[in-house]
């Protein structure tokens, strides 16, 4: 059995720490000994959100009042917090920490949870993996403390509040959660408070009290207020997974780089191949693929590429990055490319020739594919079936890169070979009632049924038609010259929706 392991990465100074890197970009960041915080707007004025080194050690905490700081430090300097621009920065880092594995999610505003099982083998351990995670980071200017535990909670606690580098096995969690104080049971506020109060200081101390008497005390209060459940899922009898916001990739490669690069054109048909080689062991077929880079300053660069049919042919899908590569912006270069198999679907084989050699010329899929590269996803259409009764409405253009399993498509009649864009209206010499014109002038042309079949009615689409709208009566006519045209009658007499009867031809039969 595959024991479950989860890195939780804490980033205490990473507001502070990203407002000082985009300040000495620009020469304007003050110098290490200037106390300074980041503040926002609280119920009562500024509170501090954030401090640097010289700050803390002034006696500024996060939360307090900034009015109150100043009063003792009136020297200190102010500056008002990017909450927004942390956030997304944060999510661009936890996509970029994939580079160690697929599932990553953020945790609050200045942390990372990492589900590293399987993956610590592929860094040489768990204890290189975590000194190279903390290397990366620091070349990025962010302080880190890391842990890696069986468990979230039990990862939470020891990443803030356990030694640094911590690496609990699975017998261990009680051992050494057991000293940490209750704060890193991740519980609200007022509930520290009570505990406190009630002289349960460490997480030791409320594993030692009776379940039941936690239970009747706690029994009503949600996940934040509850210490049972909290400590429950730091020693892993509840569960608590790692909900990535996307799905990890079913096949992907990857290219490790010993010195960061500007250009993967190089390695693009070696991640293709070996792309390949896993869709076809699986038997699969690509249809979307994304091929990201990783910057050394933390960013990644994503561009992707799709195609109309399933494909696992390693030189298509290299030529389908050919004008794309130029939209990736190395930064000062990158060191790690992956191409990841988004969207694949099953795939046979197929012999095209009696002597089993392949067809040479180009298969239409793949000029389907080469042309919307080139000029975009939504330049190349095919037509696609849609759910209506109305014969100009059952058909629609559709990007051809759109799979045809989107597209519904209904049981139809037996319909014209040609469909006129417009119907166009003729002008009835002579007709049967309820029948079709016995003469009528198309184009002018006289025309004479010697052959019909029909009607068939075609009512308006409420939901979609005005109330005005007259249905109609549809007839396959031959001519007497051998011609076969789809007509039909829209309206009928004393139907209040109008006056006689109109005749209109639609298409033309084989």
């Not at 070696?270 to 076809?280: G, K, R, S, V, Y």
């Amino acid at each position: 059995m595959i024991k479950r392991r989860i890195v939780s990465i804490s980033l205490p100074h990473f507001a502070m720490e990203r407002w000082q890197r985009a300040m000495a970009r620009t020469d304007t960041a003050p110098p290490d000994d200037v106390a300074m915080v980041l503040a926002t707007e609280g119920a009562h004025g500024p509170v501090i959100h954030a401090t640097n080194r010289a700050a803390r050690l002034a006696g500024a905490t996060k939360g307090a009042r900034v009015v109150d700081i100043k009063a003792i430090h009136p020297d200190l300097r102010v500056e008002y917090a990017d909450v927004a621009g942390d956030k997304a920065a944060l999510e661009r880092l936890m996509l970029w920490a994939r580079r160690w594995c697929p599932w990553t999610v953020m945790d609050g505003a200045d942390g990372l949870i990492l589900e590293t099982t399987g993956a610590d083998h592929l860094l040489g351990g768990e204890v290189a993996m975590l000194i190279e995670m903390e290397t990366r980071l620091s070349y990025l200017g962010l302080s880190a403390q890391l842990a890696v535990a069986p468990t979230w909670g039990a990862a939470w606690a020891l990443a803030r509040y356990g030694p640094v580098r911590a690496i609990c096995a699975g017998d261990q969690i009680a051992e050494m959660l057991a000293p940490l104080p209750i704060d890193a049971l991740r519980l609200r506020g007022d509930t520290l408070q009570l505990l406190r109060r009630l002289g349960l200081k460490t997480i030791g101390a409320i594993a030692e009290v009776p379940r039941l008497a936690l239970t009747r005390r706690f029994a009503r209060s949600d996940l934040t207020a509850n210490p049972l459940m909290r400590l429950d899922q730091a020693m892993g009898d509840l569960s608590e997974p790692v909900a990535s916001q996307d799905a990890a990739p079913r096949i992907i490669a990857k290219i490790r780089l010993p010195e960061p690069i500007q250009d993967p054109t190089a390695y693009l048909s070696d991640l293709c191949t070996d792309l390949c080689a896993q869709l076809a062991h699986r038997g699969l077929g690509c249809r979307r693929l994304y091929l990201s880079v990783y910057r050394t300053d933390g960013e990644v660069n994503r561009i992707n590429a799709a195609t109309s049919a399933a494909s696992r042919d390693a030189n298509h899908l290299r030529r389908l990055f050919d004008d794309k590569l130029e939209r990736i912006n190395p930064g000062f270069g990158f060191d790690l490319i992956t191409l990841e198999a988004d969207v694949v679907e099953e795939i046979a084989l197929t012999q095209h020739r009696l002597d089993g050699t392949a067809d040479e010329s180009l298969p239409l899929p793949h000029l389907i594919d080469r042309l919307s590269a080139r000029f975009g996803p939504d330049a190349v259409k095919r037509p696609s079936l849609r759910a209506s009764h109305i014969p100009e409405r059952a058909e629609m253009a559709v990007p051809a890169l759109r799979s045809p399993k989107d597209a519904a498509a209904p049981a139809l009649r037996e319909r014209p070979i040609r469909l006129l864009r417009v119907p166009e209206e003729v002008r009835v010499l002579y007709a049967v009632p309820e029948g079709p014109p016995v003469q009528f002038i198309w184009r002018r042309l006289t025309h004479r049924v010697t052959r019909y079949a029909g009607p068939e009615r075609i009512a308006p689409e409420w939901w979609h038609d005005r109330p005005s709208t007259r249905l109609r009566d549809y007839f396959k006519i031959e001519d007497q010259s051998g011609k076969r045209l789809w007509l039909y009658r829209e309206g009928l007499h004393g139907d209040g929706r109008g006056g006689d009867p109109r005749w209109f031809v639609h298409g033309m039969f084989a």
